[in-house]
């Protein structure tokens, strides 16, 4: 494939609608768009909005599963030389009037309701919005219910009807390829959720090298559960497919017995999501009875043994991904098919084409030698900043123009990058620091542990003593001696976890993308005592 010559969302519509207009693009509710006729609906969705006064330079969010009319709302904003907002699906009334007033929305597209969350009765608890969203002024809603003066979904298409093609050729026009059209919220588990700003080259740029790394090719297709709003899910996945011409094969909320249904029905050749969802399918009734040889790569992030899980569902060539949203999702992914079987999931791979990324020392901010563990930092690609925050802005960069992830990881000899947890993870002990990681990776390498996580837990000695939080493989029963004893042999004494908790996987605690919330693991040792 060529790479698209595009570098704005909407030129790259036109050009693939161009390229492969018969080639399907996206799938889902019963729904199905090729290239050409996506961007024909995108197009006459785009003229509504513009009847709205929706148009350059405003911002609307969206608030749905993983419908068809997320994906239609998104890149009709971005056509329009707007800012897309997504919100988390699983936002609270006091997370969902933060984000609409911070990112000034003057829109907001919602769904009645998904899954427990009734938006309906959120955007009524927001009120009165003059006071607590002052900025917002148009509403449209998916669903059967609407909320005040909401318009249907449906109804913009039809306000847009007689709006000249001229619109829309004159945003398109008016892009350019540093316009910021994404604002992202991340979780915001510490803190209040920061707005990270998204550019349209690197959507494109970023996602191409991301694409090339898994081997996606023209009509390849995607099983999609993971949530759009989610870096993953709008980032990484829609323009690695868009930009490959391939095709979103979308599931509204992910459950197992449908996932499969899906990816069998719908030869998904590629596999976007975690482990514990591979995990799920493959231990549903269903399983045996379904096809899923289709798939064939994808993304994923965990340890190689989860990442087997991936394996076994039938994606012999997952890649193991590695990013942030700051980083337009991925900045290393190990390629699934070429790489040597030794690196492909114990480390991240290498930085994607165009990404310019080094590894420091935390105090001195010099490159650390190959093989040693420092904080990784990135210069390309990366967001231009965080809406709105100065103060994180200027926390986040180095002086020389360097974002800092937080991230601590070290290169091997070939150029590999293995991530070794975050900087706030690791644990001081006794006055010595240690990290999560390596002390997990001992941990996970014992017959009879499926998972392990280390954090700190507080000690009125030593301040901190390490604990480790431990997942057995199903029908064992680890014993903490023999484990013990074990890591005395690979471990120095202060690594050594002095508190152990063996749980069932289901118990973790999870934030609301489906990652294990670390700041919580602590308190499994306070209900243990």
């Not at 971005?78 to 936002?91: H, I």
């Not at 917002?136 to 093609?165: C, M, N, Q």
């Not at 892009?175 to 510490?190: K, N, Q, R």
């Amino acid at each position: 494939m060529e790479m698209p010559q595009a570098r704005t969302v909407s030129g790259l519509l036109i050009e693939q609608a161009e390229r492969y207009g018969d080639i399907e693009a996206l799938v889902g509710a019963g729904q199905r768009y090729t290239y050409a006729s996506l961007w024909q609906r995108v197009r006459a969705f785009a003229k509504g909005l513009s009847t709205l006064g929706i148009g350059r330079g405003s911002r609307v969010a969206i608030l749905m599963g993983n419908e068809p009319e997320w994906i239609i709302a998104d890149l009709a904003i971005c056509t329009l030389g707007g800012t897309m907002v997504a919100v988390n699906t699983w936002v609270t009334t006091r997370e969902l009037a933060y984000i609409l007033k911070h990112s000034d929305a003057d829109g907001l597209v919602f769904a009645d309701r998904f899954l427990k969350y009734d938006y309906v009765a959120m955007l009524g608890e927001i009120e009165p919005f003059a006071e607590n969203v002052p900025r917002l002024k148009t509403l449209i809603h998916h669903g059967a219910r609407g909320y005040g003066d909401s318009i249907p979904f449906d109804e913009i298409f039809e306000r847009g009807r007689d709006v000249p093609d001229s619109v829309i050729d004159d945003a398109v026009a008016a892009s350019l390829p540093d316009d910021i059209v994404y604002l992202l919220y991340t979780s915001g588990s510490t803190s209040t959720p920061k707005g990270v700003q998204i550019q349209n080259y690197g959507l494109i740029e970023n996602m191409w090298a991301l694409g090339n790394r898994m081997h996606v090719v023209p009509g390849d297709r995607l099983w999609l559960a993971v949530s759009l709003y989610w870096g993953l899910g709008c980032e990484n996945a829609l323009f690695n497919l868009l930009t490959h011409a391939g095709c979103v094969v979308l599931q509204s909320a992910f459950e197992p017995g449908e996932a499969l249904r899906l990816i069998e029905e719908e030869r998904c050749t590629l596999f976007y999501g975690t482990a514990n969802m591979a995990q799920a399918m493959v231990e549903h009734p269903d399983f045996a009875n379904r096809d899923t040889s289709s798939l064939r790569s994808g993304g994923t992030v965990g340890s190689p043994d989860q990442i087997a899980r991936v394996i076994q569902l039938g994606a012999k060539e997952i890649c193991h991904i590695y990013g942030l949203t700051e980083t337009y999702g991925n900045c290393n992914v190990s390629d699934g098919r070429l790489d040597p079987p030794d690196k492909r999931h114990a480390s991240v791979g290498r930085p994607l084409e165009g990404v310019v990324q080094r590894i420091v020392d935390r105090d001195t901010g010099e490159p650390v030698r190959t093989g040693e563990v420092g904080e990784v930092q990135v210069k390309r690609f990366v967001m231009c900043g965080y809406y709105k925050d100065e103060e994180k802005n200027r926390e986040a960069y180095t002086e020389d123009g360097w974002f800092r992830t937080g991230d601590l990881g070290f290169y091997d000899e070939d150029g590999y990058l293995y991530f070794r947890g975050r900087i706030k993870e690791m644990i001081k002990t006794g006055g010595i620091n240690v990290a999560p990681a390596e002390v997990e990776e001992r941990l996970m390498a014992i017959p009879g542990i499926k998972l392990a996580y280390v954090v700190g837990v507080p000690d009125a000695v030593r301040d901190e003593v390490i604990g480790a939080v431990i997942i057995p493989e199903p029908g064992t029963t680890p014993d903490q001696t023999a484990i013990s004893t074990r890591l005395k042999a690979e471990l120095a004494a202060y690594k050594m976890p002095r508190r152990y908790c063996f749980i069932a996987e289901r118990d973790l605690p999870l934030t609301t993308t489906g990652k294990v919330h670390k700041t919580k693991l602590p308190d499994l040792f306070a209900s243990a005592d």
